[in-house]
């Protein structure tokens, strides 16, 4: 038993990357393509493995004496040693949803997208306009051949209208989803568009130049009594004047918030001056000395126009809640879903043609599944047709029961 104690038990020795290691990665890092997204809560920059082999290829280790790359699976080999030396580790992608959005996030998100729609529909509306300017023009060209050339720049014109109307299209199509990282269970290097995270960050060499400054300052503060006595003078001047502005400057604090309780208080809260209203927002510096005062009436009107606010705010926030579960029940069909349905008319458009007059079966209005937003102005102009109609229809039997009164009057007499 004394002899096993006494012998030596083997340690492993971890193994350190070399010199040469820590070169390649520095050199890989400073010249492979990153990317910014959050793994684990975290702000990383990540990379696709197929574009640090082709850089791997393209260093000074690919080519002359000391060739460590002579093709991409021997990138691959040295990659997949960096990354057991934890230079960096292998994610896996996913697709950032509306779950995964914060409130505020999903509430600008639904914005932007209200703000598209409008642009899209703005856009269409311009086509149907330059396309009917098309056909006029196809018209008049048979009857006015002296205008050819005219027409032909007016043409080349719209030519070039659509294909920027086209090309912002396709640009939008284009558009790619958000991703974020979670970690890979399979930490192995390979050559694809797999996405890796950077976790190898050396130190830049400014940083030690930095350092050095504020060390040697440091160091020429406590030694300020051996300054000149010029340079201690100056020195006590400066310190002076900056706490004469930081003194000024919460007297002009002082003084705007006196002078708006004495107006306020003298016209019982109708009137409302604030002097340099940025002076204490979280503006810039000369940002918050402009604009010089703001002043703003509250009278009698001021808690309607209020409440009116408020109650447009509500009603903007139930029409988003309202689109929003729509859009989670699936009730509003894609343009993909929609052209595979290939339905003649939507559920909007029935609705505003029954609001003129025309009315349909209830079977093709269950039948139905696209829908449509209609403007509330069209809805206004539908509910008057409606209250006009109702109010002839009154009329007429109104004077249809008076002749038959009149008629039965006669037959008595």
């Known amino acids: 038993m004394s002899k096993k104690r006494h012998r030596d038990i083997p340690i492993e020795v971890e193994e350190k990357p070399t010199k040469q290691e820590y070169a390649i990665a520095k050199y890989l890092k400073n010249n492979t393509p990153t990317k910014k997204t959050k793994f684990l809560s975290h702000q990383v920059n990540y990379f696709y493995a197929n574009k640090l082999v082709d850089v791997a290829l393209d260093s000074p280790w690919a080519t002359g004496k000391d060739v460590v790359f002579t093709d991409r699976q021997s990138v691959v080999d040295y990659c997949d040693r960096l990354l057991k030396f934890k230079f960096f580790h292998r994610a896996k992608k996913i697709a950032i949803t509306d779950k995964d959005l914060k409130p505020k996030d999903l509430k600008k998100k639904k914005l932007k997208e209200k703000e598209e729609k409008k642009k899209e529909e703005k856009k269409e509306k311009e086509k149907k306009a330059l396309e ?198 699936g009730a509003i069909d894609s343009p993909d879903t929609a052209a595979e349905t290939d339905k003649p008319e939507s559920d909007g458009e029935r609705g505003v043609t029954e609001a003129t007059g025309a009315s349909e079966s209830e079977s093709e209005n269950s039948n139905s599944q696209a829908f449509e937003i209609v403007d509330k102005e069209d809805l206004v102009q539908a509910q008057e047709a409606e209250k006009e109609k109702g109010e002839q229809s009154e009329t007429d039997n109104d004077e249809k029961e008076k002749e038959k009164q009149a008629d039965s009057n006669n037959d008595q007499t």
């Open 132 to 329: 009917s300017k098309k056909e006029k023009k196809e018209e008049n060209k048979k009857e006015e051949k002296k205008e050819k050339e005219d027409q032909e720049d007016d043409e080349e014109k719209e030519n070039k209208e659509d294909e920027n109307i086209e090309d912002e299209e396709d640009e939008k199509k284009k558009k790619k989803t958000k991703i974020k990282l979670d970690m890979h269970l399979e930490q192995i290097f390979v050559d694809g568009t797999d996405a890796y995270v950077w976790m190898y960050d050396p130190i830049p060499f400014w940083y030690y130049i930095v350092g050095g400054l504020c060390l040697f300052g440091a160091i020429a503060v406590c030694l300020f009594p051996l300054w000149p006595p010029e340079v201690r003078k100056g020195v006590y001047y400066l310190s002076v004047a900056a706490a004469g502005f930081l003194g000024v400057i919460l007297g002009l604090a002082v003084v705007r918030f006196i002078v708006f309780c004495i107006i306020w208080v003298l016209t019982m809260g109708r009137h409302h001056l604030w002097l340099l209203p940025n002076l204490t927002e979280d503006v810039g510096f000369f940002q918050s000395f402009w604009p010089l005062y703001h002043y703003e009436y509250r009278g009698d009107d001021y808690k309607d126009k209020k409440k009116r606010k408020k109650k447009k705010s509500k009603e903007e926030k139930e029409e988003d809640d309202k689109i929003s579960e729509c859009e989670d029940q």
